[in-house]
């Protein structure tokens, strides 16, 4: 049986998909198997998501708003800057909302820093 394609209204938005016929022995029908090609513009399949636009990387992001809310609320930057030297600040808070959510060893730090948005808010952080 030959495939053909179907736009498909969702939303009010339309897309294009391959319709693949087949036959179901035990259900003794023909069957069809749907493929996304993409969004229709023009006529035309255009993919939303190809492999170009995948993300470089992903981010941990939730569960450090109310950490960094506490640390904005105490003046933890201000009170630190006072005891350490200012470019060691980060790097302590840093650590101490690594201990409060996800524990990891020292040798881990790095690695777990890198997946969080503090590297976006704060990057280069020296955690060795």
Known sequence: MKSFTRIKKINGQEYIYEITPYYDKEKKKIR???????KNVNGVAVKVRSADQIP????SHGEFVPLKQIAEDLEMEKVLSGVVPGKEVWP?????????TRPRA???IQSWYEGTILSEDHPDLPLS
């Open 32 to 38: 069809q198997k749907s493929k996304y090609l993409g």
């Open 56 to 59: 470089k990387k992903v981010l």
């Open 92 to 100: 302590i808070l840093t650590l101490a909302m690594n201990f409060a």
């Open 106 to 108: 020292l040798t881990h």
